[in-house]
T-cell receptor, first 110, second 113 residues
């Protein structure tokens, strides 16, 4: 099945550092989504992007919908320990199908 | 409390023994979906439903069945489970098909021996 290429796979960072992760696809998407998953729970939506070039923020998180509609990135500024988790990008193909990235596991060192 | 519930949360079974994982939402959502999560592969969509009696295949439907007889319930059926279906399964729902805010259930960890 189709998958998104998400990088990095994992990262250790110091508290207070900025974090950047991205997703690329060979297909065009009409929506890009970013989710966070904490241990033992389902993913929770962080940011949704609907138009090419769109830049959207949610607190310390900023995400952009790539101009080509084949990529997106997520930035986290001034990371804190509770940012730990797995971050997934997802693209919506058409109206009903979602394709998820393989995830970026973030670990924050206090 | 608005939520998506799944049962069971954990299940160990043997090859070939039919099982059903239930999913229920209390938000009157039209769209529901099943995903499996495997290490290194992220979440992959198995089946989705746009409304009652309307379902369609996702990316990895082989070996699974679903039904949507009522709006709130969307069970996932494994008629003859095999070890390669050992995975973490998530049900999700959203108000309308194509609306981005999918609410995920807590997950069901299935082991097929």
């Amino acid at each position: 099945g189709q998958q998104l290429n998400q990088s990095p796979q994992s990262m250790f960072i110091q508290e207070g550092e900025d974090v950047s992760m991205n997703c690329t696809s060979s297909s065009i998407f009409n929506t890009w989504l970013w989710y966070k998953q904490e241990p033992g729970e389902g993913p929770v939506l962080l940011i949704a992007l609907y138009k090419a070039g769109e830049l959207t923020s949610n607190g310390r998180l900023t995400a952009q919908f790539g101009i080509t509609r084949k990529d997106s990135f997520l930035n986290i500024s001034a990371s804190i320990p509770s940012d730990v988790g797995i971050y997934f990008c997802a693209g919506r193909a058409g109206t009903y199908k979602y394709i998820f990235g393989t995830g970026t596991r973030l670990k924050v060192l206090a | 409390e608005a939520q998506v519930t799944q049962n069971p949360r954990y299940l160990i079974t043997v090859t070939g023994k039919k099982l059903t994982v239930t999913c229920s939402q209390n938000m009157n959502h039209e769209y529901m979906s099943w995903y499996r999560q495997d290490p290194g592969l992220g979440l992959r969509q198995i089946y989705y439903s746009m409304n009652v009696e309307v379902t369609d295949k996702g990316d990895v439907p082989e070996g699974y069945k679903v039904s949507r007889k009522e709006k709130r319930n969307f069970p996932l059926i494994l008629e003859s489970p095999s070890p390669n279906q050992t995975s973490l399964y998530f049900c999700a729902s959203s108000l309308l098909a194509g609306q981005s805010e999918q609410f995920f259930g807590p997950g069901t960890r299935l082991t097929v021996l």
